[in-house]
């Protein structure tokens, strides 16, 4: 199986090639290969019998090359007196027939149709600066009148991005067949006698119709000989050029240096579909490590369906995981969804090729590469849903087994594809006992594949997957009600983003006398929770499918709806921002200030913020308590979540130095609740109240 390279890191062209050009010097010419590296893809277009007009020869030995191989009919032009007669005199004698001339590749006294090939080696790339590129254009204009139909301009290049797209586009409006072949990097030795940057030799390849074609013909070949894949747009030709580019710096990084601050990656996509396979993330340890000289470089399999978790997703999880696999560097590889893995051996000898490639500086190529998992196996996962909502793009509902052994429901955005927006855990329908024997977390042996079939599994309300929707239930003990002696009093619950429904469910499964509002704005979500997440509401668990932020200005409005507890569980899907819950607009003083008005003497505001961005944070907590006297706050162990837990009572000052001793209390209470509403049941709810209390930090 063929693997591409699809890099993550961007490739910044400008500031890339001005380094490029000011390094390369009057070396330039060579540096595109010289006749070994190039007859093979050359022979594929050029035959010895065509004629040929090579576009700014310069002092390339090109030609003089594909003369001694048979090629005869070659018409040599540069615009640099100097060079023509210095070619012309070192070819009199060895090659009388191999002749040069001065001519301005813009401006030729050739006839039309005249040629069936221009070969330019390099010419297109001196001449197509953003400054120039009036000339270029010139130039390529000439080149398609002196040749014949069905002739082709071979171009040797760089493919600088202002040069490549110049000349595709060119020759799309001209209705040619555009064909472009990435050939090999360079050798390591190659590079350090050069002294160059890593990268690729491109082979553009236009070919002329009689009749422009009506649609763009766009191909993309890897290597001389290899397959043309069909593209459908200049943009797509133009960033699989940017791919490639930024794939051999990055393998040049790689064999060169290494940097445990740095978080370089790239996907491998399938050759025959373009498909994402594997994403590949290059962890090195600290300079300071103790590493054995053995531990130069470990491979490590994330298990399907846990690419999402902290210790993968995160840069502190990875660099703990390279901390305790103890390598120089250890490479991080996810599978990708919607495709199949047959086992570890198989994975193995597909990555085995490639991961080489990012083996750290000095270590011998002959040294063998130890693949890591957990547990041995690849993990597994089943997609169960798939759809397209108009509000957050396509999503997929799938069953994964987790690290601990159980099995899970998850929902993910593929927008933001490592991220989990929403999660359960299932049971078998015909094993009752299972919710009981296995309501702790503890990790057992992770298996292939789980013997119960998708249909025989139903969602367990009574587990909350995601910790910060535990600690928003803990919160609700500083209500200060004693519901295990009133349990006749009424708590009225707002919240804000439904997700796949499991907060607001369990509120309304555990919670004796609650009613809870879902706002969520996306009904396609909604259906989602309906139908793979068992989320059922009724006259306690209602859903009001509107955005949340005019829901709150309407009830605020219509006044006399007040509300015990107010919750924002609502993501961003702008990630530009440096928070990802909730959007920006939802803590605005303004609106801060409606949801205070909202809620009733003993209300709680339950904000889960989800912020990277410090100075950010500080301004969102400045905003908050000027509206909320009292804020508790409660950080989520490995996760960058915390739940802020705001009072709208003025500031005691026996409360605001501590957390309150009534709310051990108060903590006991809401356990007794929430354990004796299901009591015997096999769906009792998992929750410790006073633990996830007792970690509260006064804000």
């Not at 082979?203 to 043309?228: H, N, S, W, Y």
């Not at 490639?244 to 060169?256: C, D, F, G, N, P």
């Not at 005691?652 to 501590?658: E, H, L, M």
């Amino acid at each position: 199986m063929s693997l591409l390279p699809r890099t993550s890191e961007e490739f910044s062209s400008a500031e890339y090639w001005e380094k490029f050009f000011k390094r390369r010097g009057d070396k330039a010419f060579e540096w595109y290969g010289d006749y070994n590296k190039l007859c093979g893809v050359l022979h594929k277009y050029i035959k010895a019998q065509h004629k040929v007009l090579v576009v700014g020869c310069g002092n390339s030995e090109l030609s003089e090359q594909l003369h001694d191989v048979g090629y005869k009919h070659l018409t040599n032009i540069d615009i640099s007196e100097t060079v023509v007669t210095r070619m012309n005199q070192r070819n009199a004698e060895r090659r009388p027939g191999l002749t040069f001339q001065q001519v301005d590749a813009t401006r030729t006294p050739y006839e039309d149709g005249s040629y069936q090939v221009a070969l330019d080696k390099g010419t297109l790339d001196a001449m197509a600066s953003e400054e120039a590129g009036a000339l270029a254009r010139s130039m390529l204009t000439e080149v398609g009148r002196v040749l014949s139909v069905a002739g082709r301009y071979v171009c040797v290049t760089l493919a600088q991005d202002c040069v490549i797209k110049l000349a595709v586009e060119h020759f799309v409006q001209q209705g040619w067949a555009v064909r472009l072949h990435c050939l090999q990097e360079k050798t390591e030795e190659e590079e350090e006698e050069e002294e160059s940057f890593a990268l690729p030799v491109f082979v553009l390849v236009c070919t002329k119709f009689r009749q422009p074609m009506p649609a763009p013909i766009l191909e993309m070949c890897v290597g001389e000989d290899g397959a043309p894949t069909r593209l459908t747009q200049v943009a797509e030709l133009l960033s699989a050029v940017r791919e490639h580019q930024s794939y051999a710096v990055l393998k040049k990084k790689l064999r060169t240096s290494t940097d445990a601050e740095s978080n370089l990656s790239l996907t491998l996509c399938l050759a025959k579909t373009g498909l994402p396979r594997y994403t590949l993330t290059v962890q090195d340890s600290p300079p300071d490590a103790r590493v054995p000289r053995s531990n130069q470089f470990a491979v490590f399999i994330v298990p399907q369906g846990n690419e999402a978790a902290w210790l993968y997703s995160s840069r502190e999880g990875r660099r703990q995981l390279a901390a305790s696999a103890n390598f120089r560097r250890l490479v991080i590889v996810a599978m990708h969804r919607n495709q199949e893995y047959t086992d570890m051996q198989a994975v193995q000898a597909e990555l085995s090729p490639v991961v080489m490639e990012f083996a750290p500086p000095g270590m011998p190529p002959n040294q063998k590469v130890p693949f890591l998992s957990v547990g041995g196996d690849l993990g597994w996962r089943e997609e169960v849903d798939r759809g397209v909502s108009e509000l957050s793009g396509e999503y997929c509902v799938e069953n994964v087994k987790g690290e601990d052994g159980e099995l899970y429901r998850r929902l993910v955005f593929l927008y933001n594809s490592s991220l989990v927006q929403s999660e359960a855990r299932l049971v078998s329908l015909n094993a009752g006992e299972s919710s009981q024997k296995n309501k702790s977390k503890k990790k057992v042996k992770s298996k292939a594949a789980p013997k119960t079939p998708s249909a025989s599994l139903s969602v367990d309300s009574g587990f909350l997957c995601c910790a910060h929707h535990e600690v928003i239930v803990a919160g609700l003990a500083l209500l200060e009600v004693g519901m295990s002696q009133n349990k006749d009093l009424p708590v009225s619950v707002l919240l804000v983003g439904l997700g796949g429904g499991g907060l607001p469910q369990f509120l309304r499964d555990f919670v004796p006398n609650i009613t809870v509002e879902v706002v969520e704005l996306d009904p396609a979500i909604m259906e989602v929770a309906k139908k793979w997440f068992n989320f059922r509401p009724d006259d306690r668990l209602t859903v009001t499918l509107e955005d949340g932020l005019e829901r709150i200005r309407a009830l605020e409005k219509e006044g006399g709806c007040l509300f015990d507890a107010i919750i924002f569980d609502v993501d961003n899907k702008d990630a530009t921002v440096g928070m990802n819950c909730p959007p920006a607009a939802f803590v605005e003083t303004s609106i801060l200030h409606q949801v205070h008005n909202l809620l009733t003497p003993r209300g709680l505001f339950i904000l889960n913020l989800v912020c990277r961005n410090l100075d950010l944070r500080k301004s969102v907590l400045e905003r908050v308590r000027n509206v909320f006297p009292t804020i508790l706050s409660r950080a989520i162990e490995g996760e960058v979540n915390e739940v802020l837990l705001c009072s709208p009572r003025e500031k005691d000052p026996s409360v605001t130095a501590r957390i309150p001793a009534s709310l051990n209390k108060a903590a006991k209470s809401l356990q007794s609740v929430l354990c004796s509403s299901r009591a015997g049941t096999n769906n009792s709810p998992h929750i410790k109240i006073e633990e996830l209390l007792k970690d509260l930090k006064v804000e």
